[in-house]
Nanobody, 114 residues
Framework: QVQLVESGGGLVQPGGSLRLSCAAS????????MGWYRQAPGKQRELVAMITSGGTTNYADSVKGRFTISRDNAKNTVYLQMNSLKSEDTAVYYC????????WGQGTQVTVSS
């Protein structure tokens, strides 16, 4: 059974940092593209960042220069380092894995507020 388990969310002040982690099990991790989506209340889910099996990355314009996605194939884990957080980054963040099919995690809440 495929599982993607996110961790690292929480409450942080504007300008602060958080690192999200997503541990995958039940798949052979390295061939999968991995990424993060987010969904804020009343809004559609949007792509935040993704990383291919070869390490190519792509970011939403709203997070470029502030967020960094990385992966550790030895640990079956993908990370999202989030710096200079803004109130508009508040959302539930979802990890996904995609090859021929897509798998999703359960989400982790990130709240940016003073």
């Amino acid at each position: 059974q495929v599982q993607l388990v996110e961790s690292g969310g929480g409450l942080v002040q504007p300008g602060g940092s958080l690192r999200l982690s997503c541990a995958a099990s039940g798949i052979i991790f390295s061939p999968y593209a991995m990424g993060w989506y987010r969904q804020a209340p009343g809004k559609q889910r949007e792509l935040v960042a993704m990383i291919t099996s070869g390490g190519t990355t792509n970011y939403a314009d709203s997070v470029k220069g502030r967020f960094t996605i990385s992966r550790d194939n030895a640990k079956n884990t993908v990370y999202l380092q989030m710096n200079s957080l803004k109130s508009e980054d508040t959302a539930v963040y979802y990890c996904y894995a995609e090859r021929s099919v897509a798998y999703w995690g359960q989400g982790t809440q990130v709240t940016v507020s003073s």
